[in-house]
């Protein structure tokens, strides 16, 4: 039995519950979320944090083909100290040529084979969680807890889940047929035939700088599934949670008995990008992208004959009709905004209010009411001494505080500040680069202004006619500019119902009266469609058939039995 | 129980054998592919052609929105007469409009309801046959029983064989699911979730000349199943079988209580072509092309933002290394040069003879001796009174006879003629426009001019120094140039397994040792994968999942439960 044979037989069990999970969709995991010393006792959390420190100011230890210099100009945007750590600098086409080679032994693998192999890789990934956490902060800025399931858990779930489904679409083509048909003459003609699932060819997954893995690892497993070889491009600011992926995939490859270059690190520098170079190469089969909409629409616009996957950034809604615990749902709201200063892709931008205000059981809470209330509800968790800095993280980007400062001006010109951004102090960090969300109040009829995705902790209300004119103008934004996530609260199921069709004619899937217990803009691995493809925010969905069942192909043979 | 419900039950039997088929691949069909007598009566065919006949000279009766003239110019390759009948000349946004407007009522059926309606098209269709043969033959040119299978069951074949691959992609989204997730709260968030699969939007079907249906009901059947409204255009040279498979597409689905508009013809004229004009539409989301390489390609780069399904047309070979009966194996090859002048995509092009011979179980077939096998084998053919004319049909337009005399002169002057081209009488329509293959030996070195896509009956012998060199070749082309089928004639397993690999890497399928009982290049449905989309002939297959599931998105609503 080969190594790769008895790594799935160690996976199957895991395999299969996660198979069984993308049908139920219940929530499911065979990852730890918490970095609760509960889990993983004293020592591993020392551990992992020790390990971190120890790559600092050092040449980051990967040997792969094609190295011509190093880079690395990572800042941590809570010490704002440059990590000092270089990668190996690569030539494009030397990658792409050892991606090639790498690729015929890997076809050879059976679909189990891969399987058994690429699901070592996440849980060996796994085992860096602690390490890769404050890899995660001190490149993307995001805050620990965060950083250890959104670049650990919550992500290889992800993983799991794309390879589930790169296994349902390579299971779906059967080996082998015998075929028997009466043409003209008696006797029967009778072929066998055989199928085989070619990949097209080399991947190349972007990643982005606020979430390095959590798109990466799904795009890895679906290409490593269906026999296409991966070169990963980080974002230039957030190499180090890549290149320990990478790094760890090599070894467990090696180990299998692959060819390591299966998983490539493209490194780069913010001054001397490589993406379209590296887009350009002629054996560049398959993108998988996520960051800017601008760059990911461009990307889309000029790869022909690549399969072009991506997920970029849209402007999220919220629409008020009427809530059953205002205060609550206004809480969960301002939570959102607030939480990784909102640079996540499911944050919430604009709020629709309506003029007449939200219906509760208590009565109505008027427009001017429940803006206050958004502001206080703001003010508490970013004013939470404790919280506070754990909820609002780190700002990746000085460009991201400089918007926050342009879009604090325009409101100051075109709207109303309801609320400024001010830094939110962390004591474990003094030097963290911190906002919390300016809130402005921006007339409905300035689409200009609030009807696209303003980066990062800038947040609007829009006060509107009637909670109907909410949804109308959040679906119609939603269409044109794009939506990951959008949010509505109403008690009113007509209402709900009515709301319904606007929301599906936009491609936007939409979260109704979540008001506690979870941030509501949480993506389950396994059981939430995340991006639907069907607006500008992205043209594909993390995870489904459409996902993966491109990547690969049938090539046959047939002949007489 | 609505009337999409009820048909669904009444095809409930077959859908769930088409679906048994793809799996298991073996030959299986619902249609009747011969138009004998035996089967279908006396009275069927002699009707079938009556009603082709009365159409002539006739506005056709098609009532559809964005009417604004017509057009119509087709002439038959059998008599060289106008056909005389008009179509609807079309607006292109109101026919996108009716669609969009059609697409509302659809989206909401479930997937067996709309399996239930399309289903019973293709049913509807086959009552056809006889008529549409007729049609096919005095569009296309192809022969009566070709037109009768490969406009008719083969053809109805493949629809259905999208539509149950189109089945699983959706069935592969659950409708609804409950979702429980513990957070930091002891009670644990139980949210309900609903999973709504949304069509992308509007498809355009762009039919070939030679094969006016049997790609165009695959795309159809796809694009029906997921939710998305048809607007399909014919080849201006072969509009009569489209117009009525429209139809009855749309008795269909106005009997089952839909917007006829679902399915939309968009005819024009050879002097003034409307397929780029629906492409630019802002509404068009996806597009399925069949016809040239160069314009197939053109419409893969220049259609941003459109999902882009293509099958155009490759360089296909034979490759002899060695042969249990030389003779009719040469004799299956030559049959399917001739056959409908190799109008057909599989229909084999270039001929690599070793220069040592091929072996036989008698000894070496010298060089010479070979190819004049094949001369002597297309004579035969082509000669033969009765079977000549109607292996050989008619050849679709005059530029293709343009090309056999261009690349006749060619061959003159740069190889070898062995073989002219010559028209095949045909008793029943001494007008008729045929031509049997010019077979040309050519350089191995001149690449040129054998190694692209020659339309029509252009054959090449190519002499090369061993079948080694000849797969070499062969497939190097199909990786340049695109290869739709390849044929493969070898007694040595040892050979023939060194072959694979090059033409795996050229994504090639590859055809072996086909010599007797049946046309070498005849596709079956549900058990041939047609096209890898993995060379230049084309990006797609039909059908795989790739070719399905990316035609719908899944849009969700999430609430607490």
């Known amino acids: 039995m080969s190594n790769a044979a008895q790594l799935y037989d160690q996976h199957r069990d895991t395999l299969e519950a996660a198979l069984k999970a993308v049908r139920t969709r219940d929530h499911w995991s065979p990852f730890r979320e918490s970095p609760s010393a509960r889990l993983h006792g004293e020592e591993a959390p020392r551990l992992g944090k020790a390990r971190y420190e120890a790559q600092l100011g050092k040449p980051f230890d990967l040997d792969q083909p094609g190295t011509i210099g190093t880079v690395g100009a990572e800042v941590s945007p809570y010490t704002r100290k440059a990590l000092g750590i270089t990668y190996p600098k690569s030539d494009p086409a030397a990658l792409f040529a050892a991606s090639r080679k790498a690729m015929a032994g890997w076809m050879k693998a059976s679909p189990a084979e891969r399987a058994g192999v690429v699901t070592e890789m996440l849980f060996a990934m796994e085992k860096n969680a602690f390490e890769n956490a404050h890899a995660t902060m001190h490149t993307a800025g995001q805050g620990y807890v965060m950083a250890f399931s959104g670049s650990g858990a919550n992500a290889l779930d ?24 009466r043409f003209l003459e008696p006797e029967p ?29 799904p795009a890895m497993t679906a290409n490593l599934m269906t026999g296409n070889p991966v ?53 560049c089969r398959i993108v998988d992208y996520t960051g800017s909409q601008r760059f990911g629409t461009w990307i889309e616009n000029n ?5 072009v996957f991506t997920e970029t950034a849209g402007c999220n809604s919220v629409v008020f009709h009427s809530a059953k615990d205002f205060g609550k749902a206004i809480h969960t709201v301002a939570r959102a905004m607030t939480a990784f200063a909102a640079q996540m892709c499911t944050a919430p931008q604009n709020v629709y209010l309506p003029r007449t205000g939200v219906l509760t059981p208590e009565g109505v809470v008027p427009y001017e009411e429940a803006a206050e209330a958004l502001v206080a509800a703001l003010d508490a968790i ?12 780190a700002v990746q980007a000085d460009t991201t505080i400089a918007n926050v400062e342009a879009m604090t001006r325009r409101g100051e010109a075109e709207g109303r500040v309801l609320r ?19 809130l402005i109040e921006c007339d409905a009829a300035n689409e200009d202004f609030y009807g696209e995705e303003r980066f990062g902790p800038v947040s609007f209300v829009i006060p509107v006619e009637s909670a109907q004119e909410g949804v109308k103008r959040a679906t119609a934004t939603a269409r044109t500019q794009g ?19 606007d929301y599906l004619a936009a491609g936007a899937s939409v979260s109704i009266n979540i008001d506690r217990g979870m941030p509501m803009n949480f993506m389950g691995a396994y059981s939430d469609y995340h991006v639907t493809g ?26 007489p039995a």
């Not at 400024?420 to 300016?438: G, I």
Request: charged share 20%.
């Open 158 to 181: 992800r993983g799991l889940e794309a390879l589930v489904y790169a296994l349902k679409a390579l299971d779906d083509v059967p080996d082998s047929a015998r075929w028997t048909k």
């Open 189 to 217: 003609v009778r072929l066998e035939k055989r199928y085989v699932r070619v990949p097209l060819g080399p991947a190349v997954v972007v990643c982005c700088a606020t979430f390095p893995l959590w798109n990466a690892y």
């Open 231 to 283: 070169i990963v491009k980080p974002h230039p600011t957030g190499v180090l949670p890549v290149a320990m992926a990478v790094r760890t995939c090599r070894e467990v490859l090696e180990r299998a008995g692959y060819d390591p270059n299966l998983v490539l690190l493209a490194a780069d520098e913010p001054a001397d990008q490589i993406t379209i170079k590296l887009l350009e190469q002629p054996d």
């Open 303 to 307: 790869c022909p004959g690549r399969l």
């Open 382 to 393: 970013s004013g939470d001494n404790k919280l506070g800095p754990a909820i609002a993280a």
């Open 420 to 438: 400024y951004s001010t830094p939110v102090s962390n004591p474990d960090f003094p030097e963290a680069r911190t906002a919390s969300p300016v």
């Open 483 to 501: 939506a990951i996530a959008s949010y509505l609260y109403s008690t009113d199921e007509d209402f709900i119902e009515a709301a319904e069709p």
């Open 534 to 559: 069907l607006n500008p925010a992205g043209n594909a969905s993390l995870t489904d058939l459409a996902f993966v069942a491109p990547r690969f192909r049938v090539v046959q043979t047939r002949r």
